[in-house]
């Protein structure tokens, strides 16, 4: 089996290192193409005005200068063109991946692209403890991370679909165990606009975001992560609200 890592934290991130240890246990032909510097939050970009520049940083690794999904690309349409990958793992992201996370996540993303190309894609993400970002610890992607990819490699998966898995952030021995759930939306309203002032008196912005209550569902991502669950979560790439095509149908009949 041939495995791609990828991620959206660069390629000199400790958690890639930690995806790499995970992929080793499963497959000894992993490559690594993954973007040169940190890419969080930009969702399915590509880039566009710019070249897409590639380092080489020995057999089977590269670095991209662009975006999680531009080095997916650059992996299946040119690196590994010749020697496609059967799975692509992307990740470990610092930080989770839950609920509309998904819809920023350059860490998902990349997984995204993958199922589009029809690999089986997998993103994985380590939380941190609420407001410690400096805290991140993998301990328990790494010691889990094996027994949550294992039965995944076969199951008969849908076709253009991916599986978001989010580690809690606790030790290994203090997981609940895995639970397989959908995903959920917290309130909206997180968004803060950061104003400074430059040495020149002109104002930028740092966007930021404000914590906001979660979901609670217990079949939800989010509410699974509050036991500090694995959570595993199939995502689809057709958006279309099927429920709705025949209300706007309807509509426009009327109309």
Partial sequence: MRILLTNDDGYHAPGLKVLEGIAATLSDDVWIVAPSEEQSGTDRALTLTRPIRVRRH?????????????AVMMALGELMRDCKPDLILSGVNRGGNLGEDVLYSGTVSAAAEGALAGVRAIALSQRYPDGDRAAVSFSAAEAWGERVLRPLLDAPLARRTLVNVNFPPVSPD???????????????????????DDPRGFPYY???????????????????????RITVTPLHLDLTHDASLAMLADVYRKA
């Avoid at 020995?58 to 531009?70: C, E, H, I, M, Q």
């Avoid at 404000?210 to 991502?221: G, I, K, M, R, Y």
């Fill in 206 to 228: 740092w966007l930021a975001m404000d914590s906001v209550a979660a979901t609670a569902d217990a079949d939800t991502d989010l509410g699974a992560a509050c036991d500090d």
């Fill in 174 to 196: 203090a997981v609940s165990g895995v639970r397989v759930v959908r995903q959920g939306l917290r309130d909206y309203g997180r968004v803060r606009m950061d104003r400074r």
């Fill in 58 to 70: 020995g057999d089977k690794r590269f670095a991209v200068a662009g975006t999680p999904t531009d």
